[in-house]
């Protein structure tokens, strides 16, 4: 077993318990700008959908496989490197769609489909994916994710958050309009207190083992972004859409993958940094490209405001 392996994280259950919080505070935010008809325009045209889904589930988890082809990681890294691929969308997505000015509600929804989809595609592209790299198979155990689990995933995180934050804003526009500026404030400096928090408590682990963040960890966020981007575009999607597809594909749920690795791995150390440190990296790269569409949306604004 290589060093990495025996290092041991600090996340607790209660930790993890709180970042779901977070999340959830953060999805009502979002809910707060999103109505119903929102979602009756998915359902008219669920070509976004579909294409964002089979970037998650089928074409990022192949081009991990390749890129770890390429880098030759030790088996628990490589394992690390394909749960994280066959992790679905992360909450996070939404709040930064609905920042970049993207499709909010076409990020909700691909969030709830591939969440309770990770019941079956998960284990499915984790048996898949590892059994064809020879080298990690060995270290597979029988991942089984309950689907009454990831239901109540679905249900706690996403559904009654979004649908408390529309009632709001359809029975009470008014105090919707009052909460909007600073949930979106209060939602950014929980989620980052909480990052601080974690990262502070394995800051040692992260500087023993940097190298993995900026060799691996990175290029593999930055892949899982071009995913989403290359695919959007190649199948002529609006701008809107193609921003909520990047961010879904590029925010994958590491803490589901924290989760199950503690679980099914006894904390493998290789699995546990790369997908702690995912947690990290997807963070600042969602938000830096959530950023820079917004940047150009408002520099937009202003010229057309110019002209006028």
Request: charged letters at 10%.
């Amino acid at each position: 077993m290589e060093g990495i392996d025996l290092v041991k994280l600090n996340f607790s259950s209660g930790s993890l318990q709180l970042m779901n919080i977070i999340l959830g505070f953060i999805v009502f935010g979002v809910a707060l700008n999103m109505k119903v008809s929102d979602f009756k325009a998915i359902l008219k045209n669920p070509k976004a959908a579909a294409i964002g889904l089979l970037s998650q589930f089928a074409l990022f988890p192949a081009i991990t496989f390749l890129l770890i082809q390429v880098l030759q990681p030790i088996p628990s890294i490589a394992l690390g490197m394909i749960l994280v691929a066959s992790c679905p969308g992360g909450n996070l997505s939404n709040f930064l769609t609905h920042y970049a000015r993207g499709n909010a509600a076409l990020s909700v929804s691909m969030s709830a489909i591939s969440t309770a989809s990770a019941t079956f595609m998960t284990p499915l592209n984790m048996a898949f994916w590892g059994g064809l790299y020879v080298s990690s198979s060995n270290q597979i155990s029988a991942i089984e994710l309950s689907f009454l689990n990831m239901l109540m995933i679905v249900v706690t995180l996403l559904i009654i958050p979004t649908i408390v934050g529309m009632l709001i804003n359809y029975k009470l526009p008014w105090f919707a309009k009052i909460l909007r500026t600073p949930m979106q404030r209060l939602s950014i400096l929980f989620f980052f207190g909480f990052v601080v928090f974690a990262t502070y408590g394995n800051w040692d682990f992260f500087l023993e083992y940097y190298y993995i963040f900026f060799s691996v960890v990175i290029l593999h966020n930055l892949l899982s972004l071009s995913t989403g981007f290359g695919m959007s575009s190649l199948f002529g999607l609006s701008d809107y859409d193609r921003r909520a597809v990047t961010i879904e594909v590029g925010i994958q749920n590491s803490g589901l993958g924290l989760i199950i690795i503690f679980n099914e791995f006894d904390g493998l150390g290789g699995m546990a940094i790369v997908a702690a440190a995912w947690g990290i990296c997807h963070i600042v790269s969602g938000l830096t490209i959530a950023r820079l569409w917004r940047g150009s949306e408002d520099t937009q604004f202003s010229d057309a405001v110019a002209i006028q």
